[in-house]
C-alpha cells in the first residue's frame, strides 16, 4: 500500500505517520513510498486502538477535571463525620434529612435496606456526596458496652453512700483459642459436663456460670474460641472483672491468643494465664512462657507481672491452685467489686434466644442494684415487664442480686448482647417511655430479622459473577451475627454470598417460598423447620441445611464457592504439524492434511498457525496468523485421538484463519487445574 493511501485512511500526513510508524513498532525507510499490505492492515489496527486509548484517556481526564471543579464550588457543602457503620436512620439525622428521602436515594443505587440495618462507611460516603453532603472517616462510635457499662457503674458507685455498699463476686471471662481447653477448665472447676453440652466441643454462644469456691462466689463467662466469634470475645472482655487466659502447653500462642491478649489489654483488666494440657506428655510448659515473653507479657517467675498456673483440666490438676489465685486477684480488686443492693440497677445482656414455647429470653448479668419479678425494663430497642426470672439452673427466682447470671421473660422483642438494662418503677413514665421507643424509626418490629427483596443486578458488567443466595435462621443471636461474619470472610471476587433473610427460630414456609424463587440455600443452625415448611421443601424438591457446628457450614460454603469458581486454564505445547495438502477451506473449517515434524499433536488442541515466508531463498521472522482448534484427526480415513512424530494424517481445523501449504501449526494441551479459596 502506498504511504499516501495509508495516511490518508488514517487522517494524518505522510510526514507525520513516518514519524509515528517507529514508535508503533514499524521501522521503514524516510524514503519509503510503500509498505506491504499485511502490514498496511496492522498499522491501521494499532493506530486504531491508540486513538480509542487516546479517546478514553481524555474522557477520564475530563472526569477528573469535573470532579475537582465540583469539590471547588462545594468546599462550602455541609460536612459530616461517619463512624465505620452507621444505621440507616441514623444516617438519616446525621444528614438532617427525612429517612424515606435516605432510602430513596439508596433504592436508586441498587441498595435496599430497612431503617435499622447498618450501611458501610464507604456506601454512606457515596450516597452522602449524591445528597451533596461531604464526609469524613471517624472512629466507632462512643456508645460501644466498654465505655457505658464501666463509665456508668463508675459513675453509679461515686454518687453511692460508701456505708451502703458492699462486696460483689467478680465476674470472671474464659478467653483463649479454639480447643485449647477453656470450657473443660470450666467443666473441671464446676465439676459438670459443659463441654458434653456443646456441640463438636466448641462453645457456641456465651454462657455465664456460677460457682463457690472457699465460701466465695465467684461469676464465669466461657467465650467461643473459633474466629467466627472474634465480636463474642470482645463481648466477653468488656463484661470481665476478672480474665483467664488459657492456652494449651502443647500449642502454644495462636492466632486467637494474641487477640484474646488484645482485647484484655485494651479493657486494662487483670488476667491470670492457665497453662492447659500439662498432662501431655512431652509438653513445654517453658516454652509457652517464652511464647509470652515474645509478646511482651513477662510470667512472674521469670522477673515478669503475669501470673502463670499450670493445670490440667483433664486430671484436674492445678485447679485448686488456679481458683485461690483467682480469689487472691479478686481480693486486690476489691475497691472495684462493690454494689448497693438497693440502689440504681445496672446490668448487661450477656445473649439472647427465642424460645418457642415462652418468646424472646435474655441471658443477663447485674452488676449494680437488684433486679426484681414484675420489674418494667427498657433494654435497647425493647422493653417488658418480667414475667419471670431464672437461675443457671433452671429455677424460678424472684431477684437476681450483682453478677448473678439469670435468663428473664417478658420482653416484646430480643435485645443485642451488650445492651444495658435499664428499671423503670413508675407505671405512667414507663408507659410515656415505650411510646417514644415505638414512635421511633429505630423502634425494631422483629430483632435481627433483616428481609431483602431480591434484585437483579443493575451492573452489566458484573454479569461474570456468580451468587450463593442463603436463608439463615439460627437459635440465638451470638450464633446468628458470628456466622454472619464468617460468611462475610468467603466472599470472593468471582463468587459472592447475599444473605437474602436471616433471623431466630425455626425455618417458615415464607422461607421455602423465598428459597424456591432465589435459589438459596436453606440453612438452619441449631433450629429446626416447621412441619408445614418441611412438607413444602419437599414438594418443592428443596434441601434444607441443618448445622450444629459453625466449621461444618462454612466448610459446605466454602465447597460450594471452589465449584462454582472457574478453572485455571494453563498451557503447554506438545508438538508441530507441517502442512502439506489443503483438502477443504470456508470461513469457519478447513480439511488438511500433512506431517508431525515435532513432538506429537491431539484431538481438541489449540492450534497457532504460522506462516514463514521466503524471500530471495533467505526465511524471514514465522509471522502469525492467528490460532483456532483441532476437532478431528485422522490416519488412513480412522479417527484417531492423537498423532505421533513423523506421521501423516489429516485434520479438521475449525478457526477463521486462512491456511496455506507450508504453514506450521504449534500444537498446544489446554491443562484445567480447579482452584480453591
Known amino acids: 500500500m502506498n504511504i499516501t493511501e495509508l495516511a490518508r485512511r488514517l487522517k494524518v500526513t505522510p510526514n507525520e505517520l513516518k514519524q509515528n510508524l517507529p514508535k508503533l513498532g514499524f521501522h521503514i525507510g524516510p524514503r519509503a513510498i510503500q509498505i506491504p499490505d499485511k502490514q498496511a492492515e496492522k498499522v491501521i489496527k494499532i493506530w ?14 475530563e472526569k477528573i477535571s469535573q470532579k475537582n471543579e465540583k469539590e471547588k464550588t462545594s468546599e462550602s457543602c455541609k460536612v459530616i463525620t461517619l463512624p465505620p457503620t452507621i444505621q440507616v436512620y441514623r444516617f438519616a439525622e446525621e444528614l438532617s434529612m427525612s429517612v424515606p428521602k435516605v432510602m430513596s436515594e439508596l433504592m436508586k443505587n441498587g441498595i435496599l435496606a ?33 465505655i457505658a457499662l464501666k463509665s456508668k457503674l463508675e459513675e453509679i458507685l461515686k454518687k453511692e453512700d460508701k456505708k451502703n455498699l458492699e462486696p460483689r463476686p467478680p465476674v470472671v471471662v474464659v478467653m483463649g483459642h479454639v480447643d485449647h481447653g477453656k470450657s473443660s477448665i470450666l467443666d473441671a472447676i464446676r465439676k459438670s459436663k459443659i463441654v458434653d453440652q456443646e456441640k463438636g466441643g466448641i462453645t457456641q454462644h456465651i454462657g455465664a456460670y456460677q460457682v463457690e469456691i472457699n465460701n466465695h462466689l465467684i461469676t464465669f463467662i466461657d467465650t ?31 492466632l486467637q491468643t494474641l487477640e484474646s491478649v488484645k482485647i484484655i489489654q485494651q479493657e486494662g483488666i487483670p488476667f491470670i494465664v492457665a497453662i492447659n494440657k500439662i498432662d501431655k506428655p512431652g509438653v513445654d510448659v517453658e516454652r509457652v512462657k517464652k511464647d ?14 503475669v501470673i502463670c498456673v499450670p493445670v490440667s483440666a483433664k486430671t484436674r490438676e492445678g485447679i485448686d491452685d488456679l481458683l485461690e489465685t483467682i480469689n487472691l486477684v479478686a481480693e486486690m480488686e476489691k475497691d472495684k467489686l462493690l454494689t448497693n443492693p438497693k440502689g440504681d440497677l445496672l446490668g448487661v445482656v450477656v445473649e439472647s434466644h427465642l424460645d418457642s414455647g415462652f418468646g424472646p429470653v435474655a441471658s443477663i448479668i447485674v452488676y449494680q442494684g437488684t433486679l426484681e419479678k414484675g420489674d418494667n425494663v427498657v433494654i435497647g430497642q425493647t422493653y417488658g415487664r418480667l414475667r419471670s426470672i431464672k437461675d443457671q439452673l433452671g429455677n424460678l427466682v424472684d431477684i437476681a442480686k450483682a453478677s448473678f447470671p439469670v435468663q428473664i421473660y417478658g420482653l416484646k422483642s430480643l435485645p443485642q448482647a451488650g445492651e444495658l438494662i435499664e428499671v423503670i418503677k413508675d407505671n405512667r413514665e414507663f408507659k410515656k417511655r415505650i ?38 435462621r439460627t437459635n440465638v443471636v451470638g450464633s446468628l451475627e458470628a456466622i454472619t461474619q464468617d460468611l462475610k470472610k468467603l466472599d470472593h471476587p468471582e463468587v459472592k454470598i447475599k444473605i437474602l433473610k436471616k433471623g431466630l427460630g425455626d425455618l417458615t414456609e415464607a422461607d421455602v417460598d423465598l428459597a424456591k424463587a432465589a435459589q438459596a440455600w436453606l ?41 462454582l469458581l472457574l478453572p485455571e486454564v494453563s498451557e503447554k505445547k506438545i508438538g508441530k504439524f507441517e502442512v502439506l495438502k489443503i483438502f477443504q477451506q470456508t470461513n469457519k473449517e478447513i480439511i488438511l492434511g500433512g506431517r508431525v515434524i515435532e513432538g506429537k499433536i491431539i484431538k481438541d488442541g ?36 492423537e498423532v505421533k512424530l513423523g506421521t501423516e494424517c489429516g485434520m479438521k481445523f475449525m478457526g477463521r484463519v486462512k491456511i496455506e501449504i507450508g504453514d506450521i501449526l504449534e500444537i498446544y494441551q489446554e491443562i484445567k487445574k480447579q482452584r480453591k479459596i
Not at 132 to 146: A, F, N, P
Request: glycine share 6%.
Open 606 to 641: 489449540i492450534a497457532r498457525v504460522w506462516q514463514t515466508e521466503i524471500v530471495n531463498g533467505e526465511k524471514k521472522e514465522p509471522e502469525l496468523k492467528g490460532e483456532g482448534r483441532l476437532t478431528q484427526l485422522q490416519i488412513n480415513k480412522k479417527d484417531v485421538q
Open 523 to 563: 440453612i438452619s443452625f441449631e433450629t429446626q423447620i416447621s412441619k408445614s415448611a418441611k412438607q413444602l421443601a419437599y414438594e418443592l424438591n428443596l434441601k434444607v441445611n441443618h448445622y450444629q457446628v459453625i466449621y461444618d457450614l462454612t466448610e459446605d460454603i466454602k465447597e460450594e464457592i471452589n465449584k
Open 48 to 61: 486504531q486502538e491508540k486513538s480509542e486509548k487516546e479517546k478514553v484517556l481524555a474522557k477520564i481526564k
Open 435 to 472: 411510646k417514644q421507643m415505638t414512635q421511633s424509626p429505630a423502634f425494631k418490629q422483629e430483632a435481627f430479622a433483616v428481609n431483602y427483596s431480591q434484585q437483579k443486578d443493575k451492573d452489566k458488567s458484573v454479569k461474570s459473577i456468580k451468587y450463593i443466595n442463603i436463608i439463615l
Open 292 to 305: 509470652l515473653s515474645k509478646i511482651n507479657l513477662i510470667p512472674e517467675d521469670w522477673g515478669g507481672k
Open 224 to 254: 467461643p474460641g473459633h474466629e467466627a466469634f472474634q465480636c463474642m470475645r470482645a463481648r466477653g472482655g468488656e463484661l470481665a472483672d476478672i480474665a483467664i487466659l488459657v492456652i494449651a502447653a502443647d500449642d502454644g500462642v495462636l
Open 114 to 146: 430497612s431503617v435499622n440495618e447498618n450501611l458501610d462507611y464507604e456506601i454512606a460516603a457515596i450516597i452522602a456526596e449524591n445528597l451533596g453532603v461531604k464526609t469524613v472517616r471517624g472512629e466507632i462510635e462512643q456508645e460501644d458496652l466498654t
